[in-house]
């Protein structure tokens, strides 16, 4: 048997026995042709075992302080700097920053940091995630996969669009009160 993982609304053919789509806004129609099972929506979310094994925080309802950046492993719209750049000049925040093992640009995302009015803190190729995502109060994140992490803890989330596949679900996640959308970089 194959399992596909799709995000795009359809497989490229008709190999599949099951495909998966996480994703809010996707519905079984694109796959009715293939004629496979169908597991859709976001409770058939995948999470990494390090996620499932840790415990989601209650949220309080002061204002948030402690802010989650993190844009995946290359962040090749350099989406980090330019959240950095829009928070810049807010005092009294907690910033921790997560690049990904292969984003080029840690060294001036630590000048960006510096310069900042807040705490930012920069970390790369972080192994423990959960952690990140437990302590804070609210994240700034790509509309992929990580959307999924932050509501299995409850997190709050600004959605940025990296890519087109992310548009239908970071919109429906605003829509449903998940998230805000912030607009599209792709």
């Known amino acids: 048997p194959l399992l596909v993982v799709d995000d ?3 497989t490229g053919g008709g190999e599949a026995d099951l495909v998966l789509d996480q994703n809010l806004s996707a519905t079984p129609t694109p796959y009715a042709e293939i004629g496979c099972a169908t597991l859709i929506g976001p409770s058939y979310a995948l999470l990494r075992r390090e996620f499932l094994s840790a415990q989601p925080r209650g949220r309080s309802s002061e204002p948030a302080s402690r802010v989650l950046v993190t844009f995946g492993g290359s962040d090749p719209d350099d989406a980090t700097a330019l959240t950095l750049e829009a928070i810049a000049t807010l005092p009294g925040l907690e910033v921790d920053v997560l690049l990904g093992a292969s984003n080029p640009r840690r060294a001036a995302i630590e000048a960006l940091a510096a310069r900042s ?15 990140f995502m437990q302590s804070a109060d609210v994240a700034i994140t790509g509309g992929g996969s ?5 509501a299995y803890f409850g997190l709050p989330a600004l959605l940025v669009v990296l890519a087109e596949n992310q548009r239908g679900g970071a919109e429906a996640c605003e829509q449903r009160g998940l998230a ?3 607009g599209s970089l792709a």
């Open 8 to 10: 795009f609304g359809h």
């Open 117 to 131: 009015a807040s705490v930012v803190r920069v970390h790369q190729n972080v192994a423990d995630v959960p952690r």
């Open 146 to 150: 990580t959307v999924w992490e932050l």
């Open 180 to 182: 805000r959308c912030l």
